[in-house]
């Protein structure tokens, strides 16, 4: 299987719809994620697309500049890497991550209906689906779940012991690398967030 196998199973998978229809909604299309760059230093994952009934209206990461997170990450980025990142477009910030060996995906690959995140339940399922095989192929050098709420028991549920703030050396399938859990870079979590970043980023 290669990345774009991976993508297709992810569009017409509808296992996380049809189990908790009114939670989850709209699975990611192919082309929504673009191809990921070669090699990857660090793979961000976060929660979810953004609620489809919301302000953002599903809109994530790799179709936004308004994005949350997008902006709060690129904050933290912008002053390691001495780039306005939030200044550009949608495709040169993506372009700019990229060569900066950076990508970003979703443990969930389905838009929570209302709430901020879709249920426990889905993202142990999702993860296990797709991100496991995500991981698998992308062969990244670290892993950063962002989101200490969320995303963390999903790391904890696919490594099957406890991942934390402290970058640790972990194996899944064919990969093995380093992996940490991050805040989201919101809500005055930055400075923490700053804190591992510059642990597991390249140095500039």
Known sequence: MNWNDCQNEIAQCRECCSRWPDEVIRPFQVGEIPNPPSPIGVLFVGVAPT???GRYQGGHFYTSTQDPLRRGLFALLEEIYK????AL???EGNAVFHRRGCFFVHAAKVRPIVKAAPPQAVLRYCAHQHLRVEIDLLQT???CFL??????????????????????TASLNHWTGRVVVAP??????????????????PVP
């Open 51 to 53: 609620p489809n009934e």
């Open 83 to 86: 780039c306005n990142f939030n």
């Open 89 to 91: 477009s949608l495709e």
């Open 141 to 143: 050098q670290t892993i």
């Open 147 to 168: 989101g200490k709420n969320n995303t963390i028991r999903v790391a904890e549920d696919l490594f099957g012991r406890p991942i934390g703030e402290e970058p640790q």
């Open 184 to 201: 989201q870079p919101r809500r005055g979590w930055e400075g923490r967030t700053r804190e591992i970043l510059a642990q597991i980023l």
